[in-house]
């Protein structure tokens, strides 16, 4: 056989073959939903859109911005100033970080949401409530009203000392006590069709009051 | 063989063959909680005990009782009527009234039902309670563990419902149940588990006064049940 004849068969053989492969499973780790290295506002989950800050009551825009992260380069973060109008109503002016899904994706494979927050403010705030929103724009609710977004939500507890990392089960998500219409399904229901991730810091300021501050969230991962 | 023996061989055949059960789970059927028709505290579902009524925001208000009068389409229902002061401090307290029942022998398990179903009407008094007045109907759990392990004697879960001034009959989802976003210590084992271990009702009304506005109503519940 020639040396031409020999490259021949060796390459015959190699296509023609029956191939081998290694075919047990690899974990692919945590999915990340943004960790924010890549240094822009695009999740690392191709689900989601641009990250976007704002403030509720009123309703508003913020700059999001890039800025150290919890032992990373990046992290994101967001000025905010609440004033509450002095009115006898608390209007829980809030600060939020959000990004929306351009389709709903299911949540229901993991079993929790973790990430790293940090809140910094230029007084005590007596009574904050800091919480993470799931929204499911396309359930339904249970009376058929058309309602802007249902979500389910949960508390976070935070150090005012830096930066804390926080891991909630999906489990202790559900319908926020302000959200009079209720879930088709419940809070599974919605788990499986998230559309929006929202960490918002409700500063529940007294009457007529206000505070500027920063909120700054980095490794956003389900587990 | 006579006739002794072979039943005696039946008895034997039917204790050692091996036996048949249906395996299927059972709809445990719907479980008055209280319709109130006795005309006393004590709940129909023989776990709880007595109703009592209490105001909240504060704890020390002492202008509240609670009574039976007439019920939605029925001989009575369970009420409390309660006037409520938001103290001028610039923070709203979120004052309010409500009725509760505990179980007296350790907690029950709800997931085997679907629904809780209620009937409920607020009357409003002068000063008048705001529209925007709220019902939290809440489910206590205080034998679950915390996931940190830190000690929580007070976990609950919640659903919320508007009030209407006329009799309304509402069925609340028990998935539509979750822990408010101000419990920040988390239940090890979620909504699910504080279903399984619930060890009293408690069904408030929050005034949602402004700061410093008083108000007084009345607030009715009747035909409590589980299905």
């Known amino acids: 056989m020639s040396r031409r004849a020999a490259t021949v068969g060796l390459v015959i053989s190699c296509t023609a073959g029956a191939g081998c492969f290694d075919v047990r499973m690899t974990d692919p780790g945590p999915p990340v939903v943004d960790d924010f290295e890549d240094g822009d506002l695009t999740p690392a989950m191709r689900s989601f859109a641009n990250w976007t800050c704002g403030t509720y009551e009123p309703r508003g825009q913020l700059t999001c911005q890039l800025v150290d992260g919890d032992a990373s380069n990046f992290g994101l973060s967001t000025s905010f100033s609440i004033a509450d109008a002095p009115d006898g109503i608390q209007r829980h002016g809030s600060a939020f970080v959000t990004t929306d899904a351009n389709r709903p994706v299911d949540l229901t494979a993991w079993s929790a949401i973790a990430f790293d927050v940090r809140v910094t403010t230029n007084k005590v705030v007596p009574d904050p409530l800091f919480h993470l929103d799931l929204s499911c724009s396309t359930v339904p609710s249970e009376s058929g009203t058309a309602v802007v977004a249902l979500s389910v939500v949960q508390g976070i507890a935070y150090s005012n000392d830096g930066w804390t990392t926080v891991v909630l089960a999906l489990s202790n998500f559900g319908p926020p006590p302000w959200q009079p219409e209720h879930i088709q399904g419940g809070s599974i229901a919605c788990l499986r069709a998230i559309d929006e991730i929202s960490f918002v810091w409700d500063a529940a300021l007294p009457d007529g009051e206000s505070v500027t501050g920063t909120l700054s969230i980095d490794e956003v991962r389900l587990q | ?227």
Not at chain 2, 181 to 189: A, D, F, S, V, Y
């Open chain 2, 1 to 227: 063989m006579t006739a002794r023996a072979a039943r005696i061989a039946l008895l034997l055949v039917a204790a050692t063959a091996p036996a048949c059960f249906d395996v299927r789970s059972v709809d445990p059927g719907g479980v008055l909680i209280d319709d109130f028709d006795d005309g006393d505290f004590v709940p129909t579902m023989l776990e709880l005990d007595a109703w009592q009524c209490y105001a909240f925001n504060p704890r020390t208000n002492p202008n509240y009782h609670c009574d039976h009068d007439e019920g939605f389409a029925s001989p009575y229902s369970l009420f409390v009527d309660f006037y409520v002061e938001d103290t001028p401090d610039d923070t709203q307290q979120f004052g309010g009234a409500g009725l509760t029942t505990s179980t007296m022998n350790g907690p029950i398990d709800l997931t085997p039902y679907r629904d809780l179903i209620l009937s409920l009407r607020l009357r409003s008094g002068t000063p008048a309670i705001p529209s925007e007045a709220v019902v939290y109907i809440e489910l206590y759990c205080r034998t679950v563990p915390s996931e940190s392990g830190a000690a929580v004697s007070d976990f609950y879960i919640v659903q919320p419902v508007t009030p209407t001034g006329d009799w309304s009959t509402l069925r609340l989802a028990l998935t539509n149940w979750g822990p408010p976003p101000w419990q920040t210590e988390h239940i090890k084992g979620g909504t699910q588990a504080c279903l399984r271990a619930v060890d009293s009702i408690s069904i408030s009304l929050a005034a949602q006064l402004k700061d410093g506005q008083a108000g007084r109503g009345t607030f009715f519940i009747d035909n409590l049940r589980l299905q």
